[in-house]
């Protein structure tokens, strides 16, 4: 059963395939995480999970997508990330982290206020704006803040930032570093001919607009020993954005450069990654594993699936299939925290409750006697 087999990257072993997606909670103070994140990720590695990533982690202050995003520029966020990692460790999940810039889709509102550019009322919560950069100065739209186009220093600058995050990754203890490089964030903005109309040695060709995620990614490569995933939007899903052609090229390049794993999700380049409805792209139960499954094959490098991936069936298959090598659960794993367990139950990996934490495997197995007794099971 694919699902349920360990798998091992650079000296990192995960008990399954089960990686619970970053999911942004937007309750960070000042970068710093707070008991929410504690218990929020905590579930997900006592629920069976083979990996637990943290939220998009800001490496620069002004790379925060919201006020409530968590951080990790700066020393002191390393006590609070360094509690999650060892709690995840110790319910026998990997503790993973994403690295993310926000660009010109930072200093937003919370998604609860609006999801957009932040608004008198939010300045009177106290969520002030700040200047955000990008690789143009267009803002996502007419309500938006218009970004500072990206100088000479600023590649410098922020390449040094998500080096400095690795060193903080590592003091932290987590095992597993992702790069946002997906959903209008930075680095993808980099990536699109949508937004990056620049007219320099990072900007027009498909080549140059690769350089500078590629230098981050390869930064971040020469900095941690341990296994790197990079997330993309496979497609911007609008007219004349990146293609997946464009993914499979820049996962080759990825793969040179000696990432392990391509995180494939898709869209955002304009608006939301998660909008219930998008232009181009049906959204249906594993609408982006069509990705992953080129990607991996075409590229010849590990892939994670994400997106809408429902049922331990659903996922079984889509490993079984060749199509990925890692599933991603994100907002259904909000719904049943317990849905890796739940899985080994439903596809017969564990009918005895054995990878469950002890404290509540005794009193399950037990239960499930009596339920069996009376006839309900």
């Not at 490098?301 to 199509?323: F, K, N, S």
């Not at 439903?346 to 409750?353: R, V």
């Not at 990878?355 to 509540?360: A, G, I, L």
Request: net charge neutral; proline share 5%.
């Amino acid at each position: 059963m694919t699902l349920f087999e360990e798998i091992s990257i650079r000296g990192v072993t995960a008990r399954n395939r089960i990686v619970i997606s970053p999911m942004c909670q937007y309750s960070a103070e000042d970068g710093n995480v707070t008991d929410w994140h504690l218990v929020h990720l905590g579930k997900f590695a006592q629920g069976g999970a083979g990996v637990v990533f943290t939220e998009a982690t800001a490496v620069e202050k002004r790379g925060r997508i919201t006020h409530g995003d968590t951080g990790i520029w700066d020393d002191s966020h390393i006590p609070g990330l360094r509690r999650i990692a060892e709690f995840v460790k110790s319910q026998g999940a990997v503790p993973a982290i994403q690295l993310a810039h926000a660009g010109r889709k930072a200093s937003m509102a919370r998604p609860w206020y609006g999801n957009g550019p932040l608004t008198q009322a939010d300045l009177e919560r106290g969520d002030k704006p700040w200047r955000t950069v990008a690789p143009t100065d267009a803002p996502i739209g007419a309500d938006w803040i218009a970004p500072r186009a990206f100088e000479r220093g600023d590649f410098d600058t922020v390449t040094k930032a998500f080096v400095e995050a690795v060193r903080r990754s590592r003091a932290a203890g987590f095992e597993i570093i992702e790069l946002h490089a997906a959903h209008g964030y930075l680095l993808h903005t980099f990536l699109s001919p949508i937004t990056n109309t620049r007219g320099d040695e990072y900007g027009g060709s498909i080549d140059n607009r690769m350089r500078f995620p590629l230098e981050v990614a390869a930064a971040v490569r020469k900095a941690w020993p341990k296994p790197l995933f990079v997330r993309i939007s496979s497609v911007d899903d609008v007219e004349g954005g990146w293609s997946l052609e464009d993914s499979i090229r820049f996962a080759r390049e990825l793969k040179n450069i000696g990432v392990d794993v391509v995180d494939c999700s898709s869209g955002g380049i304009q608006g939301s990654a998660t909008a219930a409805t998008k232009t181009l792209l049906p959204r249906v139960p594993g609408f982006q594993l069509p990705f992953s499954e080129r990607i991996r094959k075409e590229a010849g490098i590990a892939t994670m699936a994400v997106g809408l991936i429902l049922t331990p069936q659903q996922a079984e298959e889509a490993l079984a299939a060749g199509r990925a090598d890692l599933i991603a659960v994100g907002r259904e794993a909000l719904f049943d925290p317990n849905w890796a367990a739940h899985a080994a139950a439903a596809l017969g990996a564990d009918p005895e409750f054995s990878s469950w934490p002890k404290q509540y495997g005794w009193w399950l197995t037990r239960r499930e006697s009596l339920l069996k007794k009376l006839g309900v099971r």
